[in-house]
């Protein structure tokens, strides 16, 4: 692994004695997760810390009757700490995580992560930053579960992948959507042929085309 990589990856790196960024670098792995795969669940060991390098990862929670409901995502260029959450005394809930798209990533180990957080108080400071961080992308979550009706949640969602993927033709099939906004598939199936009969998107097979932006944006 070039240093470089996780020298813009982590900002505690400069903060690093040269025997642990030896061992970081010794030890870090970059790796490759298909769409669809399971990233990090209770039965699984504890991952370590993953940076993407490409594609997104999506956080999320499953109730007892098996609706998920989507924390937060890992897009590029981000962290997810939590799939190190055997690390963190204070995060005690199970959280899945998986790749909704073709994930390249540089995984820290938490074996290899751990001592290097105990001897030095930078990493440690940096994970639970980051947890705390993403701790408010779940508030966000949960205040549009619970404040906002699903016709506007599924108008947002597609608007920041509309900004996200610079293009109108979103490849998303309607359950993807309802289990990224915590909702029923017939629910959302409803909301998207409004938007369909209004003439603001048109309904493909596993894809959702974006015919007026300024009207979708309306609804937000």
């Known amino acids: 692994m070039e240093e470089s990589r996780l020298a813009a990856a982590y900002p505690f ?12 670098l010794r030890g870090c792995v970059e790796i490759s997760y298909p769409k669809g795969t399971h990233v ?3 039965d699984m060991l504890c991952k370590g810390a993953i ?28 962290t997810c700490v939590l799939s190190a959450s055997c690390l963190l005394d204070s995060i005690q ?24 957080m105990e001897q030095n108080p930078y990493v440690g400071l940096y994970l639970y930053r980051q947890a705390t961080e993403r701790f408010s992308d779940v508030m966000w ?13 599924v108008a947002i969602f597609l608007w920041d992948q509309l900004a996200r993927q610079g293009r109108t033709t979103l490849h998303m099939t309607q359950d993807e959507i309802a289990r990224n906004i915590g909702s029923a598939r017939e629910v959302v199936s409803k909301v ?4 369909s009969e209004e003439g603001i998107v048109a309904l493909h097979r596993g894809k959702v085309e974006i015919l007026d932006k300024a009207r979708l944006k309306k609804l937000l």
Do not use: C
Not at 13 to 24: I, M, S, Y
Not at 54 to 76: D, K, N, P, Q
């Open 192 to 195: 998207l042929k409004y938007l």
């Open 51 to 78: 940076f993407v390098l490409s594609g997104t990862l999506r956080a999320y929670i499953v109730s007892e009757e098996g609706r998920e409901v989507t924390l937060f995502r890992i897009h590029a260029n981000e």
């Open 40 to 42: 990090h669940r209770s």
């Open 141 to 153: 979550m949960m205040q549009q579960i619970l404040f906002m009706g699903v016709d506007r949640r």
């Open 93 to 116: 809930f199970d959280i899945l995580i998986e790749a909704v798209e073709a994930v390249q990533a540089i995984v820290i180990p938490a074996g290899l992560l751990q001592p290097v």
């Open 13 to 24: 790196w400069e903060r690093l004695t040269e025997e642990e960024k030896a061992a970081l």
